[in-house]
């Protein structure tokens, strides 16, 4: 039985093929989108990836690659579920029905692993004085894509975002925020890497959209911008319902076009939030930290293969 990889490039006969599902191509960077805050003599850091997914383990491992001669307390990290990068859980492994080996390269789990360590350290080693603006953005789900393909329909509209700016002259630091939808807008036919509408929603978060139509152009905020995945539960998704760009246009069909729309949107939401003071000052006091370890169980539901191409 023969399989053509998404690649494109590669062509294999079962069982022989080692190589499988992981493009060549990429449209824009994957990313480990790193922030530390530290209160009083409590030091938190935050790490976002671009991947389907990321186990307790692999956290466990980067928090034993961190420094002991670094300060940091609590560390927590979360995979944006984009379906459009390697895969880091390992069920997607060469195989059809079933896979004959794991997904997980090693080298690129070992790439994650550095990368984040670097990121966090050289973060806690540059921290200073900030004032923090937190706020949650609820202006409902019209030009989001949110969609719920099971009865009853329930999305989570609201997007947190929490602003970290210098407190000696105002420049910014970071953003954080989470939004509730799975990162599949370019779909399944693409053969790009990428971080899909998450990649759009960082760039213009940080840089801003310019003037279109009736829309003023609104500033960035600057920074990093840390996006995590929200509640996306099973299935909060893009697909059917429309993303609206900053100009206006909808985009209904899957594909880039429609990550780019996404990603403008969800920046409307949070540049107009912060310009219109829905984001907050919140004092130094007022920042709690409290993390809880529990046990759930894992089970895997359908099918795990390369995507058969004719």
């Given at each position: 039985?023969?399989?053509?990889?998404?690649?494109?490039?590669?062509?294999?006969?079962?069982?022989?093929?080692?190589?499988?599902?992981?493009?060549?191509?990429?449209?824009?960077?994957?990313?480990?989108?790193?922030?530390?805050?530290?209160?009083?003599?409590?030091?938190?850091?935050?790490?976002?990836?671009?991947?389907?997914?990321?186990?307790?383990?692999?956290?466990?491992?980067?928090?034993?690659?961190?420094?002991?001669?670094?300060?940091?307390?609590?560390?927590?990290?979360?995979?944006?579920?984009?379906?459009?990068?390697?895969?880091?859980?390992?069920?997607?492994?060469?195989?059809?029905?079933?896979p004959?080996?794991?997904?997980?390269?090693?080298?690129?789990?070992?790439?994650?692993?550095?990368?984040?360590?670097?990121?966090?350290?050289?973060?806690?080693?540059n921290?200073?004085p900030?004032?923090?603006?937190?706020?949650?953005?609820?202006?409902?789900?019209?030009?989001?894509?949110?969609?719920?393909?099971?009865?009853?329909?329930?999305?989570?509209?609201?997007?947190?975002?929490?602003?970290?700016?210098?407190?000696?002259?105002?420049?910014?630091?970071?953003?954080?925020?989470?939004?509730?939808?799975?990162?599949?807008?370019?779909w399944?036919?693409?053969?790009?890497?990428?971080?899909?509408?998450?990649?759009?929603?960082?760039?213009?978060?940080?840089?801003?959209?310019?003037?279109?139509?009736?829309?003023?152009?609104?500033?960035?905020?600057?920074?990093v911008?840390?996006?995590?995945?929200?509640?996306?539960?099973?299935?909060?998704?893009?697909?059917?319902?429309?993303?609206?760009?900053?100009?206006?246009?909808?985009?209904?069909?899957?594909?880039?076009?429609?990550?780019?729309?996404?990603?403008?949107?969800?920046?409307?939401?949070?540049?107009?939030?912060?310009?219109?003071?829905?984001?907050?000052?919140?004092?130094?006091?007022?920042?709690?930290?409290?993390?809880k370890?529990?046990?759930?169980?894992?089970?895997?539901?359908?099918?795990?293969?390369?995507?058969?191409?004719?």
């Amino acid at each position: 039985y023969e399989i053509q990889c998404v690649t494109g490039v590669q062509t294999c006969a079962l069982p022989i093929c080692v190589e499988c599902c992981v493009s060549r191509l990429a449209h824009d960077d994957l990313k480990v989108q790193v922030s530390v805050i530290r209160v009083g003599d409590v030091t938190v850091g935050f790490a976002a990836l671009d991947s389907v997914g990321w186990f307790h383990t692999d956290i466990e491992r980067i928090r034993r690659r961190i420094s002991k001669d670094v300060d940091l307390d609590l560390f927590i990290m979360g995979a944006s579920h984009s379906h459009e990068g390697p895969d880091t859980v390992g069920q997607w492994g060469p195989g059809s029905g079933l896979p004959l080996a794991t997904g997980r390269d090693p080298k690129f789990i070992q790439k994650i692993y550095d990368q984040t360590v670097a990121g966090v350290e050289e973060a806690i080693a540059n921290l200073e004085p900030a004032v923090a603006y937190a706020g949650v953005i609820d202006d409902g789900v019209e030009g989001m894509a949110f969609n719920d393909s099971r009865t009853p329909f329930i999305v989570d509209d609201n997007i947190p975002v929490v602003r970290l700016m210098r407190k000696s002259d105002g420049t910014p630091i970071a953003t954080m925020l989470s939004v509730a939808n799975h990162a599949e807008a370019v779909w399944s036919e693409n053969s790009y890497l990428t971080a899909d509408y998450f990649h759009f929603a960082r760039k213009y978060v940080r840089d801003g959209l310019e003037a279109a139509g009736d829309a003023p152009a609104l500033d960035g905020l600057g920074g990093v911008t840390v996006m995590f995945a929200g509640a996306v539960g099973g299935l909060v998704y893009p697909r059917s319902f429309p993303a609206r760009a900053y100009d206006g246009t909808e985009v209904t069909e899957m594909g880039f076009p429609k990550a780019d729309a996404m990603g403008q949107r969800i920046a409307q939401a949070v540049l107009e939030g912060a310009k219109t003071g829905k984001l907050v000052e919140v004092a130094g006091d007022d920042l709690e930290f409290a993390t809880k370890r529990y046990l759930t169980s894992i089970q895997k539901i359908g099918r795990a293969s390369c995507r058969e191409r004719v």
